[in-house]
């Protein structure tokens, strides 16, 4: 999936990551106050083609959805981390401003790769 990510966003396409996800593979960043394994993926497809990250979010509205586009995530000076820190925060905001808007069926927290982590 990765090279046709690249070959999308080369050609001046776009592409949509879901970054609630838990990865295993990921790196433990903070997320509703405890790390959480997050894919970087994101941020190092901004970062190395320069292209914006666009935070969507999707709300129900009884039978029909509404999708919210907001404003790019700030990337310039931040690394993978810092720019997954803060699609967490945005999302977090989200999660405590509605939290019956949010639908999860995996443990987010639940990974042994967290066993390893020490703040």
Known sequence: GTREMVKTIQG????????????????PIEFLGRP?????AP?????????PILPL???????????????????SGLDEKGVMLAANRLLEGWIKDNPA??????????????QNYHN
């Open 57 to 75: 979010k999707v709300v129900r509205n009884g039978n029909r959805f509404q999708v919210i586009i907001h404003p790019p995530l700030q990337t």
């Open 101 to 114: 808007q949010w639908l999860w069926l995996h443990r987010r927290w639940n990974s042994k790769a967290l």
């Open 36 to 40: 959480a394994m997050t894919s970087t």
């Open 43 to 51: 941020a190092q497809l901004a970062l190395k083609y320069n292209v």
């Open 12 to 27: 001046g396409g776009r592409i949509c990551i879901l970054v609630d996800q838990k990865y295993n593979q990921g790196e």
